[in-house]
């Protein structure tokens, strides 16, 4: 029997490199694609010999070109942190929208079915609590974060553009703070900000008073939703996420503890457009997925601060 060919782009990326280890391992064949401005050859090279996968360096804001079947298009190209998307706000709308239209043309060419992974961003700093699917959303379109929010709306807007015109099979998961190893150091998220400062004897640095509050899903569960919505039969935007609640400073003292740090903690100007609050509701996910996270905040973190550990 064929196997099942699988094109991820952003594949060499923190998320993208989890995908590509599980899908091999489940029998898939599967396309990298990764122009890596902030993907590592570090995530895949041990992927580089198995006859199951394939990498090309490609820039997906260019026309796609892959030979023979595809089945899956797990569009994932993205500059997801605060760090990259400040430096490069172009880019970053370019991915979401020229790179989402290409990947959406490659799945319709290949007859494949489409998954685009959107963002908890699109929320805003969102005015309802927690964050349902059915919510539009509280975005500041010409602030700092706008390129990525945007980009992320678009995509999502296209995706079912393509779903309604040209009958694509697409998906859409929405993507709330997700964590793990093969995080980048300075990516300017708060989980290997922390962790970095933290091995290091560095201060902390909370932004403003620490009373933000984030929701963490480690990167086995998250990896475990997407593997899901892949397969079961549902167009509109899904959740994906833990909806355990934690402020930023409930998250820093964790971190200090586990990492068995003496490090302090220093406070430092909230950033522009900072969302006050970022919880997930999962029904949806778990009604049409029958998902929900399993791994508690304590433990991923203690895997993800021995990954940081070794890998620093």
Known sequence: MRKKTVAITGG????????????????FKVVCMDNFITGAMDNIIHLLKDKNFCLLKHNVTRYIKIEGKVDYVLHLASLASPEDYLLYPIQTL???SLGTHNALGLAKEKK??????????????PLVHPQRESYWGHVNCVGVRGCYDESKRFAEAITMAYHRVHAVDTRIVRIFNTYGPRMRVHDGRVVPNFIDQALHGKPLSVYGKGTQTRSFC???????????????GYALPVNLGNPDEF???????????????????????????????????IALARQKLKWSPSIPLKTGLSKTIAWFRQNL
């Open 12 to 27: 060499a990326g923190f998320i993208g490199s989890h995908l590509c280890d599980r899908l091999i391992a489940a029998g």
């Open 94 to 96: 370019k991915v979401g």
């Open 112 to 125: 494949a079915r489409f998954l685009l992974t959107s963002t908890s961003e699109v929320y805003g700093d």
């Open 218 to 232: 480690y990167i086995d569960d998250l990896v475990e939703g997407i593997i899901r919505l892949m397969q079961v």
């Open 247 to 281: 402020t930023i400073m409930e998250l820093a003292r964790l971190i200090l503890s586990l990492a068995r740090s003496e490090s302090k903690i220093i406070y430092k100007p909230l950033p522009e457009d900072d969302p006050r609050q970022r919880q997930p509701d």
